[in-house]
Every structure is written in C-alpha cells, then in structure tokens.
C-alpha cells in the first residue's frame, strides 16, 4: 500500500546516502530487495507480453468474423510481435512498466530511510526560531505554469497542427502541479523549521483562510468589473438574464467549481479560486497535523493523499471507459461524459488533497538535519521526466488520460523536483547551482511577480480576441485562424496584449496603496463577523 508516493522520498535517500561513506558507518541492506525489484521487472514484462498477446488474438478473431463467406479465414500468426501493436500501445505498456519498476525501487529506499531513521536519535526541540530563506526560485515556477495554462486555454484558435495542439493542451495535467506548488509554499511560511510545530498563523484558521482569500478576491473583482460588459453580454444573449444573474452570483463569490456545468463560467480560468479557497479553509487544520509528524508519518501521509486522489480518477476512467483519451483536446461533444469530467477535474475535494501533499512534501524537506542541508540529487532528473511525459503523450505515444497521467506519474515527479530545487536553493552555495540561479534571473523573477495577474486576466483577453461571438461583434470576425504548420501570428499579439494588461493591474491596482488599505478594513470586518 506504500508504492504510490513513495516515489517522493528519492530525493531523501540522495540526501542520506548519496554523502554518506560506506567505510564511515553501517551500511544497510533491507533482505531481499534485489529480489523484490526483479519479481516487479519479471511481473510488468510477463503482463506487457499478456496485453500483446491479447490484442493479437482479438485482432484476429474480428478479421476473422468479419472476413466475406466466400474466402477462408486467414491463417493465425505463429506469434506475436511488437511490431503488430499501434505505437500508442506499445509506448504506454513501457511507461506503466517503468512507473512499477520506479515505484518499486522507491519502496525499498523508503525502508532503507525507515532504518536509518529508527537508528537515528530526534534531535531536541529548541525553543528558538530558525530563519527560513526565501526561496525565489518558487516564483519562476508559477510563471512557467501559468504561461502553459494560458497558452493552452486559447492555442487552437491558433493552430490545428495536432501535435503542436496535444502539446499545449495538456492542461488538466499540469494544473495539479499549481496546487501541490500552493500547498508546499503554505506549509513552508507557516511551519517551524527544524521542528515538529507550526507557527501562530495556524492559530486562527479563520484568518489564514480570509487573509490568503483577501490576497486575491480584490483582484478578481476588478477584473470581472472591466470585463463585465463580454460576460453579461454573452450570458444574456445566450442563456438569459436570469441565468446571466446567477452566473455573476457565483463568479463574484468564487463558487462556481462546486458547480461542474457553470464552472468555467464568465473569467473560465477561475475555477482555480473557487476550488483554491475551499483548500484554504482546510489547510490550516492539516497543516497542525502535518507540522506535528516525523518523516515516516509523513511518507505514509503522502501515500494516503495519493491512493485518495487516484480513486475517483481510476472510477471516471473505468465508468467511461476513457482510459486513453487525451481530455484537453476534446470538445464538451466529444467527451464521453463531460458532466463527470467536469466534477472530477474541478472537484475542490481533490484539490485539498493535492495541495496537502504539496504540504507534506514540504514538511520532509523541512525537518532534514543542518548536517544535510543541501545534499540532494539534481532536479533536472524529474523536470526531465515531466517534460518527456507531456512530450510522449503529444507524439501519441504513452495513452494514457490526463486524470491518470496526472496522479500516477506527473504530480510524484512534480513533488520530487520541488523537493530537490527546494534543497539545492536553501543549501550551501545553492544560488550558484544551475538550476536555481537560472530560476533566480531577474527577468524571470519580474515575471513570476505578475504571474497571478496574467492569470486573472488572460481569459477575459482571450474571449475579446478569439471567442466567437464576441469577435464577430467587435472585429467582424476571428482575428487569428488556426494554421495546420505552426501558430498563427496574432496569438503573440494576445501574449503581448495579456503581459501589458497584467504590468498595468499589478502596478495600479495590486501595489496600489488605496487599494491594500480597503482589502484590510474588508478582511478586519469579515473575520470580525466570524470570530467575534
């Protein structure tokens, strides 16, 4: 039951191990781990050969029912091959195989820690607090995903290359790695280092919630209000005032991801707020707990967040039978069953689950001792991974759906990486290490300062350029078309368009001092509401 996140604690044993001089101390070997790795090889290769050869044999027997009364059947194959399967079968069957062989291996260097750990005194807790380094890398990293997001959102108005399309639009997949990286920089700020307590913003979970609630919910007003006449317009021409008025309900009050039809409703990236907040009225209670467990209660913590984010994504996929579909290139028409695609993809549950990982994930890295601070394998390792698997899918060679890719594969490599950047930046001479001070350039940095207002703002932009009825209103028609050999131009005049209008909100209205003191008087107000 420990193989789903056990994959997150490679990065521990680089740590532990990696440094540590076999000829200096004992060295631990867990009874028959070779064994157990090569029983997993021999079981994933003998259930690949099974698939193979259970595909051949339906494939024959369908020629052969199908084939006209007047010929004789063709002959069965002696045996099968390879080279019989689509590339798409073959290509996942080996990412499977690897995902076992992976998880496998993380199993056993999980018990290598579990050892190392129980012969390893706690260090006593101090009373004094240690300082917590920023780490500005984290930064880069929300542009990096926010610039995937908002590409992906609009792409194929652009563009109808179909691979250049399931290479962008694979956006299901990557906004997991959104919630882990909320959650892992929560548990960071709010959470002793070195120690097993939280700090006193976990005190008052009504003030973490609305204070963090408040750090966005102005901005999204404001945007909704500029924006008002493309929402209203459109919702009242085509579904009525009525529903125009409830959709404006939900969109001001950040609700509209409990609801899976009205989700992506006006300013459709949103979603994300509605479900985020949800997470942030749960994070402080998990994050007491967290704060409270040593190594081996958080590795078992991560695989219990795992196996309950897999469980209703193996059921949509077994329900639909939409094991290999590739969702974000799929239109509401398409898709099997968009209604439970949509519950499941923006399910505010799942996401508080996802974010708690990205909290315990952080919770490891913060109870590493002073003497391994910074001994950690290279990050490039799962950015790799990441990169390889968005890119395979692209290729159609792993078909595999987003939802699964998503928790069995990305989000694990997702926390490993944040794990080791983390370890590396903090560590010494990590600024000078290549992927942190790539991460740290100032260009970047500026970036990942308005990220959060591109992300506000550039659904709204979208819909003025690309969205249908509203272009055909204001422009006479679409101002991009898709083009079958690359991106059509003017999708780089809706990039320029978003980065402007997000330096403008975040000069004006986010760093404007007016505003920061009405956002406090209305967060004073409403947690005096609650509290009393």
């Known amino acids: 039951h420990d193989v789903l996140a056990e994959l997150h604690v490679q990065a521990e044993v680089a740590d532990h191990f990696a440094a540590r001089n076999p000829r200096n101390g004992p060295r631990i070997r867990p009874k028959r781990r070779a064994s157990r790795l090569l029983q997993l090889i ?10 193979i050869r259970g595909t051949a044999s339906l494939a024959q027997a369908g020629a052969a029912s199908s084939a006209p009364p007047a010929l004789p059947a063709p002959e069965p194959k002696s045996r099968s091959s390879l080279l019989d399967l689509p590339i798409g079968k073959v290509g996942t069957g080996i990412f499977l195989l690897v995902t076992l062989v992976c998880y496998g291996s993380s199993y056993a260097s999980a018990k290598q820690l579990l050892a190392v750990e129980a012969n390893t005194p706690e260090p006593a807790a101090s009373g004094e607090q240690k300082k917590k380094p920023r780490i500005d890398a984290f930064d880069s990293l929300r542009f990096f995903l926010i610039a995937y997001i908002a590409s992906g959102h609009f792409i194929q108005t652009s563009t109808s290359n179909p691979v250049l399309l399931k290479l962008i639009m694979q956006i299901n997949v990557v906004v997991g790695a959104f919630f882990v990286l909320s959650g892992y920089v929560a548990a ?89 907040s949800f997470c942030l009225i749960v994070l402080p209670y998990g994050l007491r707990l967290l704060a409270l467990q040593k190594k ?15 469980l209703p994504r193996l059921g949509y996929s077994d329900d639909l039978h939409a094991w290999d579909i590739s969702e974000g290139t799929l239109s509401a028409k398409k898709h099997p069953n968009y209604m439970l695609f949509n519950a499941v993809r923006f399910s ?92 740290c ?53 809706y990039w320029a368009v978003v980065l402007l209008m997000a330096i403008l909100l975040q000069k004006c209205f986010v760093e404007s001092s007016r505003v920061k003191e009405a956002s406090k008087r209305l967060q004073v107000a409403i947690i005096g509401r609650f509290v009393g």
């Open 348 to 439: 505010p549950f799942l996401a508080s689950l996802e974010v708690l990982m990205g909290a315990a994930a952080c919770r490891l890295v913060m109870l590493d001792k002073e003497q391994d601070s910074g001994k950690t394998a290279s990050p490039i390792w799962p950015l790799i991974g990441m990169l390889s698997i968005i890119g395979l899918r692209a290729q159609g060679i792993i078909t595999v759906n987003d939802m699964l890719v998503r928790t069995i594969a990305f989000i694990p490599l997702w926390i490993v990486f944040l794990m080791r950047l983390h370890r590396q930046s903090t560590g010494p001479g990590g600024a000078q290490k290549m992927l942190p001070k790539l991460l």
């Open 296 to 310: 081996s209660e958080l590795r078992r913590t991560l695989v219990f967040l795992g196996v309950l984010c897999l």
């Open 188 to 276: 960071y700020t709010t959470t002793e280092l070195g120690q097993r307590k939280g700090t006193a913003r976990l005190n008052n979970a009504v003030e973490f919630a609305v204070t963090r609630i408040m750090g966005f919910w102005p901005l999204h007003l404001m945007v909704l209000f500029l924006f008002s006449w493309v929402f209203i317009w459109v919702d009242v021409r085509f579904n009525g005032p009525i529903t125009a008025l409830w959709h404006g309900f939900l969109s001001v009050l950040m609700l509209q991801a409990w609801f899976p039809s009205s989700a992506e409703i006006w300013n459709a990236p949103t979603w994300f707020l509605s479900a985020f």
């Open 441 to 493: 350039r100032p260009t970047l940095l500026f970036l990942g300062g308005i990220s959060f207002p591109i992300f506000i703002v550039h659904g709204p932009v979208g819909q003025v350029f690309f969205k249908k009825a509203v272009a055909k209103k204001l422009w006479g028609g679409m101002l991009a078309q898709p083009r079958p050999d690359g991106i059509h131009w003017f999708f780089g005049v």
């Open 42 to 51: 021999v079981l994933g290769f003998a259930a690949l050969h099974t698939a």
